[in-house]
């Protein structure tokens, strides 16, 4: 029975301890209100609407981590363990956009028009102003 239990968490320690820490912290800490209030102001936001969506998208960031988990899962090798750092930030910035545009879309407000073409548009500023992170954490060159 021991056995059993410490074959099913194996798995577990050694994906933790393939992944960096910083990476661990991207998922979660990607979004930063100058980034994103730098995006709504290009972009014609409204200001108060800034402070609501950066909430909802802080909220909804808890989620990233289970996402990346997820769809890393479904590919064969899982590219978390061992870690990949190119496959990784690709599926890492898929789930910080299906997280951005979840909440871009489903915010209502009257001075408010989004369509995908602006969501696309502001999270791929806010993914800029991320890639020397994205660089530093992983060894990679910018994106």
Known sequence: MKYFIFCL???VVLY???????FRDLQTNFFSYEVMS??????NVHQSDWQPLY????SNA??????VQA??????????????????VQI????EFEIFAGVMRNYQSTQLYINDSLIRQMFNYIRERQNDRIARC???RPI
């Open 9 to 11: 968490f194996l798995p």
């Open 16 to 22: 933790a301890q393939q992944m960096p820490p910083c």
């Open 38 to 43: 730098g995006a709504f102001f290009l972009y």
């Open 55 to 58: 909430q909802a998208v802080q």
């Open 62 to 67: 808890a989620l990233v981590p289970s996402i």
């Open 71 to 88: 769809k890393a899962a479904r590919k064969i090798p899982n590219p978390l363990y061992p870690f990949q750092p190119q496959v990784a």
């Open 92 to 95: 890492l910035l898929e789930a």
């Open 138 to 140: 992983l060894g990679l």
